[in-house]
């Protein structure tokens, strides 16, 4: 039954479409619904009542954790207002893991402090069985001599060549601001946020579900990573960017056969698990005790082979 949806991005109401996806039948499901402020999609009128927005959401959230797998996870993405609603939710039927902060500042709001994240509720289906790779990000550097810019007090000879596990706080992953990377949505969020938690939930082949697909960062995220994807869009014009936009994707996101999430050519996410076999693309001096940490450079990935796969 779920076989013709998968690798396929269907224009529709994705409550209808997931009540025809089998329980436990995908590995993770990501949601960034529209917010209720009022913002101008093509088609879809984001101002709904405030009971009937939330009596909405509660549906498609209960869609999403019936359907996916008990080792898979089940990510929200929300301004924090409706999150902490979307956590009473989950609550009932799934297992809370993380309130990850996306450091994202948003326009002043009048009388209030400034808003400066969006919230990702990350709920795992059973925590016994879900599935979780702990991730690194690189060290943050000094754009011109490329030396780090913490000097962690002085520990820097305990430090992991690449760079720290991710916390709950990303403060490395920008918004899109620039209109020449943007396609005509009025929120559509960046591929490597998708990457780092598809690398942290899934294995290659696995099912990534989207039910708020817009113009397809979810589906290009997983298809880059050699992941299988399901998205869903009630527009039909984001449906065919995100159509068109796949078509010129392939699942080269690796070095030889390791997945990783780039940005503009460097590597931002990998997996603690395979630094082990990618620590051979990066400049480490041979004594690691008497390594100045500051002055560890990576090669850019620029160097480094992408493959691409047929
Ligand atoms: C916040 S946007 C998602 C943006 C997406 N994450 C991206 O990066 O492009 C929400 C999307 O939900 C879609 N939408 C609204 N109601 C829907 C429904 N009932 N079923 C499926 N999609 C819906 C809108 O057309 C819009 O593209």
């Given at each position: 039954m779920i076989d013709r949806y998968i690798n396929n991005i269907i224009q529709g109401d994705c409550l209808e479409v997931m009540q025809d996806i089998p329980d436990n039948s995908v590995d993770i499901t990501f949601a960034?619904?529209?917010?209720?402020?009022?913002?101008?999609?093509?088609?879809?009128?984001?101002?709904?009542?405030?009971?009937?927005?939330?009596?909405?959401?509660?549906?498609?959230?209960?869609?999403?954790?019936r359907i996916t797998k008990p080792t898979g996870s089940i990510f929200v993405h929300n301004i924090p207002k409706w999150l902490t609603y979307y956590a009473g939710f989950l609550n009932e039927t799934a297992y809370f893991k993380h309130?990850?902060?996306?450091?994202?500042?948003?326009?002043?709001?009048?009388?209030?402090?400034?808003?400066?994240?969006?919230?990702i509720l990350y709920y795992a289906k059973d925590p016994d069985k879900t599935k979780f790779y702990e991730i690194r990000y690189p060290h943050k550097r000094c754009r011109k001599c490329n030396y780090l810019l913490k000097d962690y007090g002085g520990k820097k000879a305990g430090l992991h060549p690449f760079g720290p596990l991710v916390s709950d706080t990303w403060t490395d992953i920008h918004r899109i601001k620039h209109n020449k990377y943007r396609d005509k949505h009025p929120c559509q969020l960046p591929v490597?946020?998708?990457?780092?938690?598809?690398?942290?939930?899934?294995?290659?082949?696995?099912?990534?579900?989207?039910?708020?697909?817009g113009t397809g960062t979810t589906v290009i995220a997983a298809k880059r990573l050699g992941r299988r994807f399901i998205g869903i869009d009630i527009d039909r014009k984001y449906v065919n960017i995100t159509i068109d936009k796949l078509s010129k994707e392939s699942p080269d996101s690796k070095i030889e056969n390791i997945w990783v999430s780039f940005y503009l050519d460097e590597i931002v996410t990998i997996r603690d698990i395979d630094w082990a076999k990618l620590a051979q693309y990066f400049v480490i001096p041979e004594n690691i005790k008497d390594i100045d940490f500051t002055k560890i450079k990576p090669r850019t990935a620029e160097k480094l082979p992408r493959l691409t796969l047929p």
């Open positions: 960034d619904p529209p917010f209720n402020l009022k913002k101008k999609y093509n088609g879809y009128r984001d101002d709904r009542k405030f009971n009937e927005y939330l009596k909405w959401c509660k549906q498609w959230i209960h869609e999403m954790v309130w990850i902060a996306w450091d994202a500042p948003t326009a002043p709001m009048g009388k209030s402090l400034q808003p400066s994240h969006y919230g490597h946020l998708l990457e780092r938690i598809i690398l942290m939930s899934t294995d290659e082949n696995d099912i990534v579900l989207d039910p708020f697909v």
